[in-house]
């Protein structure tokens, strides 16, 4: 519960305190330091638990695996995937071949990734193919990416993130057309891309930041605020540019539905100096907006928190937590 809050100090204090550790407490810690991006601390605990002689189980290794993608330990990967089952004796079920076929991915392996779905034992469902997909954007590979889409489309028509991953390839790779072609099909289909959001924790005050939306009563200082970071930013030699496909800097000052900046500008305004900025968003944050917080943090002297849904990003000094890879 604390890791998933934000609190990582808190959730390893409660670890400590519990006297009798079983494997579920063991994975409990790994996966709130999986959740904060601290892959190592996923590692060297896993090592603790060789030690002691308790026996790990499937989510043990599903963590572990996840630990080494972001570590981008693909070897070692490979060794804890080979070891769950002749050491161990557990059988590895379609969770684990994802994490393989995620790591993989990520080191721009896609062609030995496909060979690894061809040879396993298990039927590829969604999810192991929209990894597939997110590695094509990652490496802007057009031929793997339209396989998986074709698979994706076949086993969850009306998810609308598979056509936007493949719209943004074609974008990557220039198929204008094809980009176009795509969006025309989500709204043939009536898919329609959900809402982005992202949320400011102020004390017990909630303050919510919607994609496009400047109705918020302190809108102008808000923009007043990113302007005067965009020039610091560009006079430090770092030119905050959208490359995201879409966007509509007209329509939006903040750029293409970028909420979190609007979030931490707030934040700067709107809490003391040496408070964290706490944010909670629902679309994984994308490399500007990153780049943007990272120089942001070092800038402001801020620590800044932010919560994408799939983890935490620790933001200090001009540094993040997940080490730039997300």
Excluded at 138 to 162: C, Q, V, Y
Aim: glycine letters at 6%.
């Amino acid at each position: 519960m604390y890791g998933k809050c934000g609190n990582i100090e808190d959730a390893r204090l409660v670890f400590e305190c519990t006297v009798e550790k079983d494997i579920a407490v063991w994975n409990a810690m790994m996966s709130c330091y999986l959740l904060h991006r601290l892959p190592r601390n996923v590692i060297d605990m896993f090592g603790y638990v060789e030690q002691t002689g308790i026996q790990p189980d499937p989510i043990t290794f599903i963590l572990l695996l996840s630990a080494c993608k972001q570590e981008g330990l693909l070897e070692e990967a490979q060794s804890y995937f080979y070891t769950m089952e002749d050491v161990y004796g557990i059988k590895p079920t379609l969770k684990h071949y994802t994490c393989m076929v995620d790591i993989m991915g990520t080191a721009g392996l896609l062609e030995e990734s496909l060979t690894l779905i061809q040879k396993m034992p298990l039927e590829p469902d969604a999810c192991l193919w929209s990894t597939v997909l997110k590695a094509c954007k990652l490496h802007s590979n057009l031929d793997i990416g339209e396989k998986a889409a074709k698979a994706l489309f076949e086993l969850e028509p009306n998810n609308t993130s598979n056509y936007m991953v493949l719209s943004n390839i074609y974008a990557n790779t220039g198929l204008w057309d094809s980009t176009e072609a795509v969006r025309n099909a989500m709204t043939e289909k009536g898919l329609h891309v959900k809402g982005q959001y992202s949320w400011l924790y102020h004390g017990t005050t909630v303050h919510r930041f919607e994609a496009g939306d400047l109705a918020h009563p302190a809108i102008d200082n808000i923009l007043t605020t990113w302007k005067d970071l965009t020039i610091r930013m560009e006079q430090s030699g770092y030119p905050p540019r959208d490359n995201e496909p879409y966007c509509n800097v007209e329509a939006d000052p903040m750029s293409c539905h970028h909420t979190e900046r609007m979030a931490v500008c707030y934040g700067l305004i709107s809490t003391r100096d040496h408070e964290p900025i706490r944010i909670l968003k629902n679309f994984r944050m994308c490399i500007e907006c990153h780049s943007s917080i990272k120089f942001i943090s070092k800038d402001k002297s801020r620590e800044i928190i932010v919560s994408d849904g799939s983890t935490y990003h620790h933001f200090k000094d001009g540094t993040c937590s997940c080490g730039d890879m997300w």
